[in-house]
């Protein structure tokens, strides 16, 4: 398995560029299930999430190009001819997002076979919330041998309270309703940047949304969808993961090709923190050049502080004079960071869904390993910050969702490196899903 070898005490300097949103890539390439025309997305980060994805497109017969040039990343994809409406176990097991796929596949071929995905290293993550939803809508669901299956003649238009907020059921819903004879209306919606940008390709599919960004969208069915061209949205985590790393390490750092309105949470926590932040297009500059002070987060849904920076913002922490107190409430067990960060030298205590963060603490590097995406994002910026040499294990996490991150973050001044085994990278990734 790949580990990172990084040495601390460099501040970052320079600009790094941040790559398209793996969180909007994923819920769009499974809406090219919804029509049999190609298309067509820009954008795309350089991430193993995205392979897994086009493999389980690819095993359903859709025809997916995949390519990433220095100019653009994109991929075609055209599920003209569908041969087997199926995610198997082998892949949602690595990947939840998989699960996508349920609500498309229904509206369009009236049949779709899904793994359920199991446990996960960040809480149960039930996907309850779906299978409701595609019930209201008309689909007849059933469990058997570990799988979903759901069936409709055509799917009817229905209006649907989610109980409680979820980005992908949200996501789920709203592509299967688009080809649902009628009006559906989703209330409880999660607002998240990631939808909104979903719901803009669906409707360059054809498709006929009006809402998405509020919690109330409506979504007139239609008979069918056609091919688009569409450009993914910026990486707003990977965006906020270099500004809190700029910011930790007491560096000038611009992160340049992001969207600022979608880190408006971040930004004023960073402000909060005695961080200059200043934004300019679509380039975001931090300055970490006085004493970062310690600021209490709550997790939230968005607009709110988002869960996928908690990790990340306690590394900072960490490093702010006085207490701070991170509360995560989108996740149960979203702290296994915590510990790692501790074995480095940090005062972290858990009480329930609370961190209590008591800066600041030196730390010093040591071997720790990562437990899921965001919390390797976390020991990566602890690491930069750290005495001597920190080798984390269990990259494989950070390699779903961060494109080539050792290469930007060397490239603003960080020792960071890649170190192997003799095994071939394909059987480095064991399967976990978070
Ligand atoms: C998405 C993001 C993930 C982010 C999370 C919260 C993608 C691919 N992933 O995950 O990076 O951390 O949003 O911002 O976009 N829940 C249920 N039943 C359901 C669905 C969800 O109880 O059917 C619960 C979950 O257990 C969790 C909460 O709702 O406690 C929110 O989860 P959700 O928004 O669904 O997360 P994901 O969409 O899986």
Redesign the pocket.
């Known amino acids: 398995m790949d580990k990172f070898v990084i040495r601390g005490g460099n501040p970052l300097l320079g600009t790094v560029r941040v790559s398209g949103a793996?969180?909007a890539a994923?819920?769009s390439m499974a809406a090219a299930l919804l029509t049999d025309e190609p298309v067509i997305l820009e954008n795309i980060p350089q991430v193993r999430?995205i392979e897994t994805e086009r493999k389980l497109l690819a095993a359903m017969g859709a025809e997916v190009e995949l390519g990433y040039g220095r100019a653009q990343h994109r991929t075609t994809i055209c599920c003209r001819n569908l041969s087997s409406p199926e995610a198997s176990y082998d892949l949602v097991k690595t990947m939840?997002?998989s699960t996508?796929v349920l609500g498309p596949l229904v509206a369009r071929m009236g049949t779709a076979r899904v793994s359920l995905p199991g446990g996960c290293a960040?809480?149960?993550?039930?996907?309850?919330?779906?299978?409701?939803g595609l019930e209201k809508l008309g689909a007849k669901i059933s469990q058997e041998h570990g799988y979903i299956e759901a069936r409709a003649d055509r799917l009817q238009g229905a209006r649907i309270v989610f109980e409680?907020?979820?980005?992908?059921?949200?996501?789920d819903l709203l592509m299967a309703a688009t080809l649902a004879e009628g009006e559906t209306i989703l209330e409880n919606c999660?607002r998240?940047p990631?939808v909104v940008d979903l719901a803009a390709l669906l409707n360059k599919m054809g498709a006929q949304i009006d809402g998405a960004g509020s919690h109330t969208i409506r979504i007139h069915g239609v008979q069918k969808l056609h091919g688009a061209r569409h450009r993914i949205i910026p990486d707003r985590?990977e965006a906020g993961t270099f500004l809190v790393a700029g910011a930790l390490t007491g560096g000038d750092l611009m992160v340049s090709g992001c969207e600022p309105l979608h880190l408006n949470a971040l930004l004023q926590k960073l402000e909060e923190c005695g961080v200059t932040v200043r934004c300019n297009g679509d380039s975001i500059r931090v300055i970490g050049d006085g004493p970062l002070k310690g600021a209490d987060v709550v997790t939230e849904?968005?607009p709110g502080f988002?869960?996928?920076m908690q990790a990340q913002y306690m590394a900072l922490a960490t490093q702010a004079e006085g207490t701070s107190i991170v509360t995560e409430n989108?996740?149960?067990n979203r702290f296994m960071h915590a510990q790692e960060l501790v074995r480095m030298g940090a005062n972290v205590k858990i009480e329930g869904s609370r961190a209590v963060v008591r800066g600041r603490t030196p730390l010093s590097g040591a071997a720790v390993q990562a437990s899921d995406?965001?919390a390797s994002a976390s020991l990566v910026l602890a690491a930069l910050v750290a005495d001597g040499e920190t080798i984390i294990d269990r990259v494989y996490h950070i390699d779903r969702g961060y494109e080539h991150i050792e290469e930007k973050l060397r490239g603003v001044g960080a020792q960071i490196r890649r170190i192997g085994e003799l095994l071939p990278r394909r059987m480095t990734a064991p399967a976990v899903a978070s």
Do not use: C, Q, S
């Open positions: 793996k969180n994923l819920p999430d939840r997002a996508l960040i809480g149960a993550r039930p996907i309850d919330l779906h299978l409701n409680k907020i979820t980005v992908t059921g949200t996501e999660a998240e990631e985590i849904e968005y988002p869960t996928d989108i996740f149960e995406l965001r």
